[in-house]
């Protein structure tokens, strides 16, 4: 996903932009210049945002859309901007340790070598070796000053904060696709590291909340082992697979222990390939016998997968 990197100065008007999720401009200055906030025009969705406001970057935000034409807000009154503005919605996230300019000045020697020789976000006191705010709106950045900025926050936390607001449709289909290109070797590393991470997690106390609905994020990873591992037979019947799909033999991923039941269960041991007609049967079923017995033989096979 190609994004775009923006840094807003706005310690007069953050606390509005931030609980509101937006960004605002007038289009012109008290003098009519357009040049000051032209490069509103020009964000586009999913651009990352770094909100600057009195001396450092406490948060980072994600544009959801692009400009459009908008009055000034009701809230921004106390400002002598005009009311005709540009109005972009952003969705702006907290960091756990804000970016202070003091981290900036002690990385000054790096970073002046990586600033913009015009429209720069900060000016420069070369003297003093130390930084500070311009007194622009809003400035565009250069990808190697951004990736420097991403590092002295954490980079990390700013791919999680982008994973977090990817639409989930998004998310588990980049996940599926990436997949369905990997063997089973790299699967299985990915399976336990995620697995290791999960532990210390919970060894540190963290506890796991998940809101009242029936859907389960599932790992595409442990899905696509599960199919690989089936080899396009049903583990159930033991029937080949009733057709192909443009990827693989048609079977469907089913859990042993329910996720309703069990919510930790996303795992290779509790799931299986199942041939569509036997998936049916284990979820609606009405001989109770006869679904008792199936769910032995996956129980059984449970034990040694």
Known sequence: MQQNYWWISHTQTQKYQVKDGHLWSPKTTSSGSKKRYEAMTYIKKNDIVFSYANQE??????AD???YPSKKPASYNDNNWKDDGFKVPVTFYPLRAPLTRNTLNTNFNELIKLLPKKYSPLCIDEEAKTFKGNQGYIFELDKGFARKIIELINEAEINSIIEKHTPYKVRVERSAEKAKKSNPKELLERINSKSKKNKTKKQKGSTATRPPSVQYDRDQDVKEYVY????GKCELCHQEAPFDTADRPYLESHHIV?????PEGDTIDNSVALCPNCHKKMHHNGNKEQLRKDLDTLLELKKYI
């Open 57 to 62: 970057i406490a948060h980072i935000g994600i």
């Open 65 to 67: 859309g692009e400009f």
């Open 228 to 231: 690989l591992r089936a080899n």
């Open 258 to 262: 329910w996720l309703s039941e069990d």
